[in-house]
């Protein structure tokens, strides 16, 4: 059973950092993408950062700038440097990744960090 567990979200100020984490766990062979989605509440959910498992980025507009996707392969971990946080920031955040437990990928979900930007 493959698992995807986020931490590090919180309540911060704006202009405050916070530093996502989020790791994989299992039994699988390979990861492919790591990406970061958020859901802001009444609002669709969003693509904010990806990262490929050679670590190509991309980010959304949004948050270019501010906002670092990485990753640690040896840890099977990605992470999210958040910077200059803003009020619209506020979301739950999930990690996704595609990942191979024989041939056949498929994406996996972790539950979602809640991160808080008071103004």
């Known amino acids: 059973q493959v698992q995807l567990e986020e931490s590090g979200g919180g309540l911060v100020e704006t202009g405050g950092s916070l530093r996502l984490s989020c790791a994989a766990s299992g039994r699988f062979f390979r990861i492919n993408d790591m990406d970061w989605y958020r859901r802001a509440p009444g609002k669709e959910r969003e693509l904010v950062a990806s990262?490929?498992?050679?670590?190509?980025?991309n980010y959304a507009d949004s948050v270019k700038g501010r906002f670092t996707i990485s990753r640690d392969n040896a840890k099977n971990t990605v992470y999210l440097q958040m910077n200059s946080l803003k009020p619209e920031d506020t979301a739950v955040y999930y990690c996704?990744?595609?990942?191979?437990?024989?041939?056949?990928?498929?994406?996996?979900w972790g539950t979602g960090t809640l991160v808080t930007v008071s103004s």
């Open positions: 990262i490929t498992n050679g670590g190509s980025t």
């Open positions: 996704n990744a595609y990942i191979f437990t024989d041939k056949y990928g498929r994406d996996y």
